[in-house]
């Protein structure tokens, strides 16, 4: 109906088929720009919800709106140049902006209703005492190691101590009234002044923190440093720098287990306040984190992905650490890529973006070769010890011992004779990832899954991987009958029994998703380990990376081979960043390292080109091919994949797309294909490719696509996302 023009409002809600909900605003309310960014309860689908305004104006037509109950916020809750970024950010990703603005907001703040935030406590060492002074004071040997653990690794809640007494906030408490130690509300780090470092710049390291400290406005700089060139350092600096003038800074680091340990370097140099903020820490925690940072009150957010919607009053600078790293990538859901999301925040908050690794990724390298992004290299360790010694070992001419040769085992002992620790790396876990009939060649599946199943010793179980189902072992083949039933192949748990049978009198440490489930394990992991006993380390990836182990001198890479026969266009990349990062671990302090890779391929030409040469020259050789076939970074790409219970659906739906998407000469499209696991938890899965020369063009076609499929019926039984710009295709 059409009445006198009333005042209406849109909203974001976190709904996949519209980007914004039409609401009357009542006259209780006042109509004031102020309103924008600010939370609001609506009634959806006869329930509550917590929306987000996104503008107000007058309407004349107003038929079936309804009104919004009340104003959560007295004033903007999102700033404006959040909601900005978010807005673009949904642009680009083609994502519903109602999902994307809710991915950016905690948890803690989508509740209708939430008391005031509670208080943290932090607690740091206030005086560092003489061993004489601690005897007098500490008669508790439970408040000595809590003293000595918060004067290593402080500043920390005492639940991040439990792993080292478990009454941890008591004997806290206790230290406080003996005034040894200090706490606060917020994440401190002034108790006392931050130490100069005991060393100087290197020239390249120099030369990069001056060209970064001196740049003006946005610019996006490619710190590409070898393992151990004091990345870090320059980190730190730039943020002292910062923090001088008033300003914050965002850290991002790809995964939980680097988090702590970023944040203890910042938090033992920097002369400010210092928050984490990742998917491990309670709602409160996180919602915490994220409204100091956005009133001021805190100057340093070290993050994972996520961190990077945190809002800040006046943020200075974006590092992304470890840049190369996948899980930057959402890889569910609205699937945004946080170190890209990165350099756009960046210029549009007109601020610099640093993005280091060691083994920086394809696309962030052809940048830098385009001069897109200043490059700034550095080449030597900062503590002059050479890189680690690469060998390759032939398995095909060595006996092997549960997935070890025998020259490695030797390898191995003489190095824990030194006193010294290894590193075993397997990206696999489990005992072995197939179970086979040795007469018929049969091999245990998933049923929900196309994939093999693991075999766990410990449990004596099968397990898939994927949808985690656990069956037990067949006494014989259900193909032929046989009891030939073997194992085939090494995970971690194999290789951790036979390093113990083979060294009884030595700690063996296994790193994987089965030993180590909390983050307190973990910190018990990596705490023992730096104590620097002699010990061997079977690890997956949540050990090739940051860690820096002094005693580590020899690091044995396990089954690299699968990646040069994967579907996957970007399986060496991938391989070559792991090898290169697991290397790195080696020698990092004064002692010499060492690696040996086990291959069944020694003279293949990716080790000709990565070992022989750098990764430098490995990166820029397959770039060069990835332009010649007209693969990323040479194109843009995107998938569009589709999962549904009936085959049938999946295939018209996937029809149905290319029946009704115009045909454009500069974007190809590839499919519809089986997915590389075209079964997964019951589910079949579809994907199509598209690749075009043009980003533009190509965002036109994905774009097509969205809105015919926007209310389409036939997305009813088929679940389908959209991957811009994908880091594997499977």
Not at 365 to 370: G, H, P
Not at 469 to 474: A, D, E, Q
Request: aromatic letters at 8%; proline letters at 5%.
């Amino acid at each position: 109906m059409t009445t006198d023009k009333q005042n209406t409002i849109q909203v974001a809600l976190p709904i996949p088929f519209a980007n914004s909900l039409t609401y009357l605003l009542p006259d209780t309310i006042t109509r004031d720009e102020n309103l924008i960014g600010t939370r609001v309860i609506v009634p959806f689908r006869n329930k509550q919800m917590v929306a987000i305004v996104l503008s107000i104006k007058a309407s004349g037509y107003t038929k079936n709106l309804k009104y919004i109950s009340h104003c959560v916020d007295d004033s903007s809750f999102l700033p404006k140049s959040l909601l900005g970024f978010l807005h673009q950010v949904h642009t680009y990703y083609l994502t519903p902006l109602g999902e994307v603005i809710f991915c950016a907001v905690p948890k803690w703040y989508k509740n209708i209703k939430n008391p005031a935030l509670p208080k943290e406590l932090w607690w740091q060492v206030k005086n560092r005492l003489t061993s004489k002074d601690i005897a007098i004071q500490l008669k508790s040997r439970k408040q000595e190691n809590i003293y000595h653990y918060l004067l290593d690794n402080g500043p920390l809640q005492s639940k991040s101590m439990t792993h080292i007494e478990t009454n941890a906030s008591a004997h806290c408490k206790a230290l406080e009234k003996k005034g040894m130690l200090i706490k606060s509300d917020l994440c401190f780090v002034d108790a006392h002044p931050p130490p100069d470092p005991d060393f100087t710049l290197t020239s390249d390291q120099s030369k990069a923190f001056k060209t970064i400290n001196d740049s003006t406005g946005f610019s996006s700089f490619l710190l590409d440093g070898i393992t151990g060139s004091g990345k870090t350092e320059i980190y730190i600096r730039l943020v002292k720098q910062l923090i001088a003038v008033k300003k914050q800074a965002l850290v991002l680091v790809p995964e939980i287990g680097l988090t702590p340990q970023l944040f203890h370097e910042f938090a033992k140099r920097i002369h400010g306040r210092v928050a984490v903020f990742h998917s491990g820490l309670t709602d409160i925690a996180r919602a915490r984190a994220w409204s100091k940072a956005k009133s001021g009150d805190i100057d340093v957010i070290v993050a994972t992905r996520s961190g990077i919607f945190t809002p800040f009053k006046k943020l200075g600078m974006i590092i992304v650490d470890e840049e190369h790293d996948l899980s930057f990538k959402q890889q569910d859901g609205f699937r945004y890529s946080a170190r890209d999301l990165a350099v756009l925040r960046g210029n549009l908050e007109k601020i610099p973006v640093v993005l280091g690794s060691a083994t920086p990724c394809l696309e962030t390298l052809n940048n830098a070769v385009n001069n897109k992004y200043t490059w700034l290299k550095l080449r030597s360790r900062t503590n002059k010890q050479a890189l680690p010694t690469i060998s390759l070992m032939d398995v095909r001419q060595h006996k092997m011992h549960k997935g070890l040769s025998k020259q490695v085992l030797q390898l191995i002992k003489d190095e824990i004779e030194k006193d010294n620790q290894a590193l075993v790396f397997l990206n696999r876990r489990g005992w072995s990832p197939k179970l086979s009939c040795q007469d018929c060649g049969w091999v245990a599946e998933c049923d929900e899954c196309d994939t093999y199943l693991t075999y766990h010793k410990h449990i004596h179980r099968l397990r898939c991987h994927h949808c985690e189902r656990l069956y037990g072992l067949p006494e014989f083949c259900p193909e032929c009958g046989s009891q030939k039933i073997e194992t085939m192949g090494v995970g971690t748990e194999k290789i951790h029994q036979g390093l113990s049978n083979s060294l009884k009198d030595t700690k063996i440490i296994r790193v994987d998703r089965d030993t180590v489930k909390t983050p307190n394990q973990w910190q018990r992991t990596v705490d023992e380990i730096k104590t620097g006993i002699p010990c061997v380390m079977i690890g997956t990836q949540m050990l090739s990376k940051g860690h820096d182990f002094p005693n580590l001198t020899l690091v044995v890479i396990v089954n690299v081979d699968n990646s040069f026969f994967s579907i996957d266009f970007r399986a060496t990349e991938h391989l070559s960043q792991l090898m290169v990062q697991v290397s790195g671990r080696a020698g990092r302090k004064d002692k010499e390292g060492k690696v040996v890779i086990q291959t069944q391929c020694p003279q293949h030409e990716f080790f000709k080109l990565l070992l022989g040469k750098s990764y430098e020259s490995y990166a820029l050789h397959e770039i060069q091919l990835r332009r010649e076939v007209g693969f990323p970074p040479g194109s843009f790409m995107a998938i569009i994949r589709g999962r549904s219970r009936n085959e049938k659906t999946l295939n018209d739906f996937f029809e149905h797309i290319l029946e009704n998407t115009t045909e454009n000469p500069t974007v190809s499209i590839l499919g519809p294909i089986p997915a590389p696991m075209y079964k997964k938890m019951g589910q079949y899965q579809m994907q199509l490719i598209f690749n075009g020369n043009e980003r533009k063009s190509l965002h036109q076609t994905l774009k097509q696509i969205i809105e015919n499929l926007a209310n389409n019926k036939m997305c009813n039984n088929v679940i389908w996302s959209l991957d811009l710009d994908p880091i594997n295709l499977s």
